[in-house]
């Protein structure tokens, strides 16, 4: 198996993978747990009215359930063809526009927002900006509110055993022996230090969601279709990785497999006084 997370020198080439086929990541890449924005509504930092900035809004997977919770959003996405699908998608909400911009360059309004909220989109952003830029866009008291996800330990636990394999034969960034980790295994506290770092904000506080998700042979092929490293890889090794993947799922596993999913919602404040 792949990791997909960037090293610096490779953020800004594989970030512009992502909208080479937006229709398709629009398909197959999933959502995020309804109990998430539950919770972000029980904490104050989204509701009805609420003026929302979202950075990396790709094709409005989170976008949507904010519209449905009544806010105001101002989602920023810098792929043109990302940006088409979420205008497409959204246009039944009219409290929603959509940007076609990176957030490290879109000036940011005198209006301060609410929130600032980006899902499965902030380790994308220059790291040298992105939570001062987030800081300077939110109101006292406004909410940093970054939603992360990673493939976990579970589901069809054979699978992603043998299909290292695969990885190994194909893809030669793949370190031999690899293994996914347990949800109480992942370390995020690196997001937690960055944001202190910065002293714009406090403490930053997380929640957790564990889910799983079922995936017919075709459909698992669309989800590493959308993952930046496999869009990286050269045609015939992409191709014969997501050939040797197939035959795996089909021949071992009947045809499908279930995959598990940590979610994870990371919320700071700005101090309410202003400094």
């Known amino acids: 198996m792949r990791d997909d997370t960037p090293d610096e020198k490779r953020r800004v080439l594989l970030s512009r993978t992502f909208d080479e086929d937006a229709e398709l990541y629009d398909r197959a890449r999933p959502g995020y747990p309804p ?9 104050a930092v989204i509701g009805p009215g609420s003026r929302i900035l979202e950075i990396g ?7 949507r359930p904010l519209a449905e919770r009544g806010c105001r959003i101002t989602a920023v996405e810098p792929g043109p063809g990302m940006a088409a699908v979420a205008r497409r998608r959204l246009a039944g909400f009219g409290a929603v526009e959509v940007v076609t911009s990176g957030f490290e360059v879109w000036p940011l309004p005198e209006e301060p927002f609410d929130a600032v909220v980006a899902a499965t989109a902030f380790h994308w952003i220059d790291p040298a900006v992105r939570v001062v830029r987030a800081a300077d866009a939110l109101r006292p008291g406004g909410a940093l509110a970054v939603i992360a996800t990673q493939h976990v330990a579970g589901g069809t636990k054979g699978f992603f055993t043998e299909v290292q394999e695969c990885y190994e034969r194909f893809d030669p960034a793949t370190v031999p022996g690899t293994r996914l980790l347990t949800a109480g295994d992942v370390d995020t506290t690196g997001h937690a230090e960055e944001v202190a770092r910065s002293g714009r904000f406090g403490p930053t ?3 957790r969601y564990e889910w799983e ?3 017919t042979t075709a459909e698992y092929l669309d989800v590493l279709r959308t993952y930046s490293g496999h869009r990286a890889l050269p ?4 191709e014969g990785l997501l050939e040797c993947v197939a035959g795996l799922i089909d021949g071992r596993y009947g045809g499908r497999i279930t995959k598990r999913y940590l979610t994870e919602s990371r919320v700071a404040r700005t101090p309410s006084v202003p400094r």
């Open 35 to 43: 109990e998430l924005f539950e919770d972000l509504a029980a904490e």
């Open 57 to 63: 809004a790709g094709t409005g997977k989170a976008t």
């Open 205 to 207: 506080a997380f929640r």
């Open 213 to 215: 998700l079922t995936y």
């Open 235 to 238: 045609p015939r090794s992409r």
